[in-house]
């Protein structure tokens, strides 16, 4: 079942994160598991307020939808340690039709490759054959190499050149050394004369001499039905894997993009790679048929329609589907696609919907983001978008997450304005716009409020920022509106002559503007026409 991912748009908003979380739930219903709530961006205060007030995980975050090996399924993977011997290896190329083995470290992270090209070669190269050899190779993987049985079972390992004794006697002993092994044949003389480490070859028996002498000078006795030459050519194939693994196979990782991954594999001698996941042990392997496949990750794109707006890579993924409540100027798309454009006031109002329609029940705390989402969109459904279809939403939302509509727009709009933690001086900083009117030079500070109860606890030190903020910038008047779009209204505190205010104002600061929201439509003009006046 390949997962499907849900995406807002870029520096996602609240409305962006709920009906993302908010349409996974409703898909996951029937698939469950299967739709994968994501972000592209950072999380806003407002959106961290909604996730933490209602309990919910935060959609992970994926920056880029471009393809990536994570998105290819892989064969099972053959993989030895480096000590096994290559019999074992080319066995396992015969048996599972295989052209490679990836050899692993005992961790399971990947330092070679054993491949066909790399078994010719390695023994071309390393096979001598005036000196065959055995590297340290445990007595029982030989017996089992030579489908030999252990008459005499004296090392745990072997290791040191083989001899085959076809010489005259004193000439083969002449050569070997207590380590070494001779390959005899039925010739007691010799096997007794020959005792270092003995093979008896040609399915001769070890007869009760020589494995007397053999206990006596501590030596492992060996018999096999292979004949010496057949030994000798086995024993070439007892070589650990790590002696004949080709190294410098390249290592990709689950999280390239797949766009990288075809670059290194053309580029590689191999047309392979290992790919390993973030513990570095392998994964599976890469090779140009691998490669083959138009792996595109499918995605539901919600809030948004436009390219512009979406996450990047959006252009090598699938897009299944569409939600939003924006204008038209949507994505072009490979195949059909499922497309919902509504202009109700939140894309969560949809979301809602499809709940409402359908007879499921959001969890509480699904309720409670998608809740948000509306909130958050439409200012609390005071902006001129929302429509009746938000405010059915909200009144089928509210009992489930059990909030007050009310109570959670306000501390949305809080979050969302962002003035908690904030230093007063660095808020009325924020938005300010110098003026000249009637030679006076004026400043006016804006700040967003979520309720006047905000700026009236804090009237005092609001007033004497903007002392501060006059005398700093040498104006005549520093003004600053705290606006609530709530109540449709804007308090109004000022710092200049004493004089200056109440000839402006006729009262103390701070006054109660109502219907003035904007600074530059509403207030200024009103400003311009009393300090003319004046003058
Ligand atoms: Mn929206």
């Not at 609240?14 to 999380?43: H, Q």
């Not at 390993?276 to 499918?298: E, I, K, Y």
């Not at 939600?323 to 195949?335: A, C, G, V």
């Not at 005549?476 to 505190?493: K, P």
Request: net charge negative; hydrophobic share 45%.
């Amino acid at each position: 079942m390949n997962q499907i991912y849900l995406f807002g748009h870029q520096k996602p908003d609240t409305d962006s994160i709920a009906s993302v979380i908010g349409y996974a739930e409703f898909m996951n219903r029937s698939e469950p598991g299967r739709y994968v709530p994501a972000r592209c961006g950072e999380l806003n205060p407002e959106s961290r307020y909604m996730l933490e007030r209602f309990g919910i995980d935060s959609p992970a975050f994926i920056p880029s939808v471009e393809p990536r090996l994570s998105d290819i399924s892989y064969k099972p993977v053959f993989a030895l340690t480096a000590d096994v011997p290559t019999v074992d290896v080319a066995t396992l190329m015969v048996k599972e039709g295989i052209r490679n083995v990836v050899i692993t470290d005992p961790a399971g992270k990947p330092v070679g490759i054993v491949g066909e090209h790399a078994l010719a070669a390695a023994y071309l190269r390393k096979i001598h054959l005036a000196e065959l050899a055995v590297t340290p190779v445990p007595v029982e993987t030989l017996a089992r190499i030579l489908n030999a049985d252990i008459a005499v079972s004296v090392h745990a390992v072997l290791e040191g050149r083989v001899y085959i004794a076809i010489d005259a006697l004193h000439v083969t002993l002449a050569k070997m050394t207590a380590k070494d092994i001779a390959v005899a044949g039925d010739d007691e003389p010799a096997q007794l004369a020959l005792i270092a480490c003995l093979i008896i070859a040609e399915g001769a028996p070890a007869g009760e001499r020589v494995i007397a002498a053999a206990k006596k000078k501590g030596v492992s006795v060996l018999t096999t039905p292979l004949d010496a030459f057949g030994v000798g050519k086995m024993i070439n194939l007892s070589l650990p894997a790590r002696e004949v693994m080709e190294l410098g196979v390249p290592v990709l990782s689950l999280t390239d993009t797949i766009a990288h991954a075809r670059q290194v594999v053309s580029g590689s001698k191999f047309r392979a790679a290992c790919v390993v996941g973030a513990d570095g042990t392998l994964a599976g392997v890469l090779t140009r048929t691998t490669l083959l496949d138009d792996v595109r990750r499918a995605v539901i794109l919600l809030d948004h329609n436009e390219a512009s707006q979406a996450v990047d890579g959006i252009g090598e993924a699938e897009i299944v589907e569409i939600i939003d409540h924006h204008r038209l100027s949507p994505i072009t798309t490979l195949k059909p696609v499922k497309f919902l454009n509504d202009p109700v006031g939140a894309t969560s109002t949809i979301i809602a919907k499809k709940f409402m329609e359908s007879g499921l029940v959001p969890s509480p705390g699904i309720a409670g983001a998608l809740l948000c989402g509306i909130l958050s969109d439409t200012l609390a459904l005071r902006m001129s978008t929302t429509t009746h279809h938000d405010r059915v939403a909200v009144k089928f939302l509210s009992p489930i997450a059990g909030v007050e509509p009310e109570e959670l727009g306000t501390s949305l709009l809080e979050r969302g304005m962002d003035l908690s933690g904030v230093p007063l001086a660095a808020l009325l900083a924020r938005d300010t716009k110098e003026f000249d009117l009637s030679k006076r030079k004026v400043i006016i500070a804006q700040v967003m409020v979520p309720s006047f109860s905000w700026n009236r606890e804090r009237s005092a030190a609001i007033l004497a920022e903007l002392a501060a903020l006059r005398a700093g910038t040498k104006t005549d008047l520093a003004i600053a509106l705290f606006t609530s779009v709530m109540e449709n209204a804007s308090d109004v505190y000022g710092a200049a002559d004493e004089a200056l205010i109440s000839e402006v104002f006729g009262a103390g600061l701070p006054l109660r503007f109502e219907g003035v929201m904007s600074r530059k439509k509403d207030f200024l003009p009103w400003l311009g026409d009393r300090l003319r006046e004046l003058s």
